[in-house]
């Protein structure tokens, strides 16, 4: 009971200093003048602050409305995460003018129903002034803004990014004056939360330290300690290496945003629409992070990543020792630490390295609950285990909607476990917390999600519905739609050759023996692979991610059950030798396409080079290699040259020198990603500069020849991209909503 209050007490004081913290911060919204005068004549009726930029009679956030033949002003300094262009649009019963940095950029007649406009904005602070002529009929405003990027939508404009100004003696705003809370304050609420949760689990944490005592505890608590800091420090390795890959922007950007709507009392769904594609859980992570380092840039999140990455390694690790021993358990954690492919989605600000840290956790904790199966007086220990693999789960389901198969899996392996009962006597025990499965996922998001506080039923229709587009790309040598066995297929090709052996013959002794954690770990290994009856099928194996963990164990197994079939004189010497074979080979297989792994290929498909000549697969497809091309345009071009992105990803250009201009029409130089062999030779332009991934290119930066440009255009049948980088417009390949960054 006294650890119970103290660790409540200890809450309740980092309650107190987040609100104190929050306090502290400059307020969000606009500053409000209205005049009794349609012509903004005179001293202004009324002056306040508000903090919503949109109003209207009907409209919740703000119930603010003009009387006839008033006028008003919205004046704050608007932050621009990034350097772009930005769309805008108003909609409004009244005329509208939307002025930035004294700069009318929209004017909107009462008579229509919205106005659009796209303007360049550097990144920073820029003066916003919207003023308002209401003549008669309902007074209403909506502002909405749709940031650099070529995939995102039109959104309210949150105000989290506007800054009341503060209006001086001669009516002019005076800009932001206060600075981001130190660090120390920051994070203070975290460590208080952090110490009462220590406080409330002393005991646990107590034998757990206990346990120490043992030699062959701390041997194992070393060496976990070894594999962790050894992932860990694989994915440090040159962690910015492979530049912006093409979603990081968003995930990052909409977990700044949720987290300054949180921090600022901002909890309308009308803000919370950024990145609706997702879920939430791993963009507040990320978030969190951002705002807590003080920074938008990249790398404390890939660290992050990196970090979740490496935790996975040791839970796989952990249930290794517990149930296929340390030789096994050190196998496959050498493996998981150097696969290319789980490398390379799990250093990236991406929602992969979440999703799998939280997938393997609940069956972590789910498995360990068969431990105490068929014992009453163990019946509440294993329930409990069970409802923390169930709210895991959820939070895994509330990263990313792929995780549901995480459901599937507990329930194939709970009728695996009891079949030979349903066969004979055609029952099933099912343990109370089972019941919890079907509700306890759309309890959490949407508890987690004010996205789904308004209509939450059609909301996430919405949300789910975004994924129901065809998707066509290069497999097997065709650009086409991917088939049934896509995933198999991505997950045999991106797996170094001479792994699929022990793998094989793990899944033969499954098979022939079906030892109880091995049928688990198959089971494990499969579910992900459901995925492959959607109709979303793209990204090589990003959407099967989760089986990474499950492989890795399979590996280890295999090679395990190898050397013991003929066990050798000193079994310490071998398995040591052994690991240290498979680190080498792997990690040689990672290094052949460092940083790049994402283009990772085996020996059988020809490694990535020939999988690039051959077409078999995609190459260069999220951006990656683009911050060298961005680095060498701004060291070589000279000034006032004209330049056109033609790839994938085309945000990450606001790098560029502000001299260079972006001309789509015959530019001197063209950045090309995501390359087919067809487009290795462009008319009336040379290859001045190329980031090639183990022999493969991925960006190309081409410059014109002298003499007038005749760029040919025009895709050929079936090569899929022509050379403006675009897919076929009725067979997309990604739909992706791409988000911003909020400051604090």
């Given at each position: ?14 309650v ?11 307020p969000?919204g606009a ?16 002056q ?12 919740a ?24 262009a ?49 003549r ?28 009341p100004?503060?209006?001086d ?18 994070v203070?609420?975290?460590?208080l ?11 646990w ?29 694989v ?14 922007w968003a ?21 919370w ?37 490496a935790l ?17 358990a ?10 290319p ?6 250093k ?34 294993r329930?409990?285990y ?8 959820s ?15 507990m329930?194939?392996?709970i ?57 066509s790309?290069?497999?097997?040598g ?10 198999f ?8 050759a001479?792994l ?40 090589g ?37 052994v690991a ?15 940083p ?10 020809g490694?990535?080079?020939?999988v ?21 345009m ?11 992105c033609?790839g ?23 950045v ?14 040379e290859?001045?500069?190329?980031v ?17 440009p ?30 911003t960054?909020?400051?604090?």
């Amino acid at each position: 009971m006294f650890r119970a209050v103290v660790a409540l007490a200890l809450l309740v004081t980092a309650v107190v200093v987040a609100l104190d913290g929050r306090e502290q911060l400059e307020p969000r919204g606009a500053t409000l003048r209205v005049w009794n005068n349609p012509q903004w004549d005179g001293a202004p009726v009324r002056q306040a602050t508000v903090r919503h930029l949109d109003f209207g009679e009907d409209f919740a956030p703000n119930r603010f409305t003009l009387a006839p033949q008033t006028s008003a002003r919205l004046e704050g300094w608007l932050y621009a995460p990034r350097g772009g262009a930005y769309d805008f649009a108003v909609s409004s019963q009244s005329a509208t003018w939307l002025r930035i940095d004294g700069k009318t950029v929209l004017a909107h007649r009462r008579d229509r129903s919205e106005t659009r406009v796209t303007t360049r904005l550097a990144k920073g602070y820029h003066l916003l002034r919207i003023d308002v002529q209401h003549r008669s009929g309902e007074s209403r405003l909506q502002v909405k803004w749709r940031l650099p990027s070529g995939y995102m939508k039109l959104t309210a404009l949150p105000p989290v990014f506007v800054r009341p100004a503060t209006i001086d003696a001669a009516g002019e705003a005076e800009p932001p004056t206060r600075g981001p809370l130190p660090l120390a304050q920051r994070v203070a609420p975290a460590l208080l939360v952090g110490l009462a949760l220590v406080v409330l689990f002393a005991p646990w944490v107590a034998r757990r330290l206990t346990k120490l005592r043992d030699a062959g505890s701390r041997r194992r608590f070393g060496l976990g300690i070894l594999v962790f800091a050894g992932a860990l420090g694989v994915r440090l390795v040159d962690l910015n290496g492979a530049g912006e890959t093409s979603d990081e922007w968003a995930y990052s950007g909409a977990g700044r945003i949720y987290v300054s709507n949180i921090a600022h009392g901002y909890w309308e769904s009308a803000y919370w629409h950024t990145n609706e594609e997702h879920p939430p859980i791993g963009k507040y992570l990320y978030g969190l992070v951002s705002h807590l380092s003080g920074t938008d840039s990249y790398s404390p999140l890939r660290a992050t990543a990196a970090g979740l990455g490496a935790l996975t390694v040791l839970l796989v690790w952990r249930l290794g020792v517990r149930y296929m021993g340390g030789r096994a358990a050190l196998f496959a954690a050498v493996v998981l630490a150097l696969l290319p492919a789980f490398v390379a989605h799990g250093k990236v600000a991406a929602l992969d390295a979440p999703s799998a840290f939280l997938a393997t956790l609940s069956a972590f904790l789910f498995i360990r609950s068969f431990d105490f199966a068929g014992r009453l007086d163990q019946a509440a220990a294993r329930n409990g285990y069970l409802l923390g693999a169930a709210f895991v789960a959820s939070l895994a389901f509330s990263t990313k909607f792929s995780n549901v198969l995480v459901f599937f899996f507990m329930v194939f392996v709970i009728i695996a476990d009891q079949w030979d009962r349903i066969r004979r006597r055609g029952i099933i025990e099912v343990p109370l917390a089972v019941y919890a499965l079907p509700i306890l996922p759309f309890v959490v998001l949407v508890a987690f999600w004010p996205w789904l506080w308004v209509d939450p039923f059609a909301q996430l229709v919405k949300t789910l519905t975004h994924w129901d587009y065809p998707v066509s790309e290069w497999f097997l040598g065709d650009y086409r739609r991917p088939p049934l066995y896509y995933y198999f297929v991505y997950l045999v090709a991106t797996t170094p050759a001479l792994l699929l052996a022990p793998f094989a013959v793990f899944l033969y002794f499954t098979f022939r023996r079906r030892d109880r954690f091995h049928v688990i770990v198959l089971i494990w290994f499969a579910t992900p692979f459901l995925w492959s009856v959607s109709s979303l099928k793209q990204d090589g194996v990003r959407y099967v991610y989760n089986v990474f963990p499950a492989f890795a164990l399979a590996i280890g197994a295999g090679l395990d059950a190898l050397l013991a079939w003929r066990p050798p004189a000193r079994p310490r010497i071998a398995g040591a030798v052994v690991a240290a074979g498979v680190a080498a080979y792997t990690g040689w297989q990672s290094w052949l396409v460092h940083p790049y792994y994402l283009n990772y290929y085996n020996e059988l498909f020809g490694g990535t080079r020939g999988v690039f000549m051959a077409s078999r697969f995609e190459v260069g497809w999220w951006g990656e290699g683009l911050d060298r091309a961005i680095s060498w345009m701004n060291t070589n071009a000279p000034k006032g040259a004209t330049w056109d992105c033609q790839g994938v990803v085309t945000h990450t250009f606001d790098g560029l020198r502000k001299d260079l201009v972006n001309r789509p029409s015959d530019p001197e130089y063209v950045v090309q990603s995501y390359l087919t062999p067809s487009e290795l030779e462009r008319q009336n332009y040379e290859p001045v500069f190329r980031v090639d991934a183990a022999g493969a290119p991925i960006v190309v930066i081409w410059k014109r020849l002298s003499g007038p440009p005749t760029i040919d255009t025009a895709p050929r049948p079936g090569e899929g991209p022509d050379t403006s980088g675009r897919r076929p417009a009725e067979l997309p390949k990604r739909n992706p909503i791409d988000d911003t960054a909020a400051p604090e």
